[in-house]
């Protein structure tokens, strides 16, 4: 069973809108929370990262907000742009990466 | 300025065939993995090599085997091809042992018939 639970499996948005990813955890020893981004055809690559001692950590539209009581944390996609359709997952690393399921963004233009 | 290279790029094999899946990577990394990715289930590791000349079970080791031949290549050996390997493959690399920011191959999309 998957350790990090990734939700919606899928979102259409409006150019310049907002996108929400979210994702859950059980094993608080994880230690690093990556987001990747897939373009089709190609591999994951490293969009964000954010260590369980920060609650937020922004990069140009993109931010993660980690909340760690509750085990949670989400991908924010600031003015959502037609560029940004992909498919996004969330990890967590302890002693590997593990993946959630994948969420596939598309941006309306 | 190649990265991680996989090949091939597709593949399609009958059941109970064998074949090798090949990855390099030419970025001087330490750590090499191999991942297959399924709809609705993600990545789930396969095998990886923390460094050169060690080798271990990730999530899903089963009718795999692996090989790292030097510090550039990793291979994925399939002995005997099921339908459930369907899927496409990735090999990763990256500089220390589960590093988040690690390379990713192009993919190999795999079909077994």
């Known amino acids: 069973q998957q350790q990090v639970k990734q939700s919606p499996q899928s979102l259409i948005v409006q150019k310049g809108g907002i996108s929400i990813i979210n994702c859950a955890y059980e094993n608080t020893a994880f230690d690093y929370f990556p987001w990747y981004q897939q373009f089709p055809g190609k591999g994951p690559a490293l969009l964000i990262a954010i260590r369980p001692d920060v609650s937020e950590k922004k990069e140009g539209r993109f931010t993660i907000s980690f909340n760690k009581s509750a085990k949670q944390f989400s991908l924010h996609i600031m003015d959502s742009q037609p560029g940004d359709s992909a498919t996004y997952f969330c990890a967590a690393r302890l002693n590997q990466i593990s993946f959630g399921a994948g969420t596939t963004v598309t941006v309306r233009a | 300025n190649a990265g991680v290279t996989q090949t091939p790029k597709f593949q399609v094999l009958k059941t109970g065939q064998s074949m090798t899946l090949q990855c390099a990577q030419d970025?001087?990394?330490?750590?090499m993995y191999w991942y297959r990715q399924d709809p609705g289930m993600g990545l789930r590791l396969i095998y990886y090599s923390a460094s050169e000349g060690t080798t271990d079970k990730g999530e899903v080791p089963n009718g795999y085997n692996v090989s790292r031949l030097n510090k550039r290549e990793f291979s994925l050996r399939l002995e005997s091809a099921a339908p459930s390997q369907t899927s496409v493959y990735f090999c990763?690399?990256?500089?220390?042992?589960?590093?988040?920011?690690?390379?990713f191959g192009q993919g190999t999309r795999l079909t077994v018939v």
């Open positions: 990763a690399s990256s500089v220390g042992q589960a590093g988040v920011d690690a390379f």
């Open positions: 970025m001087n990394h330490n750590s």
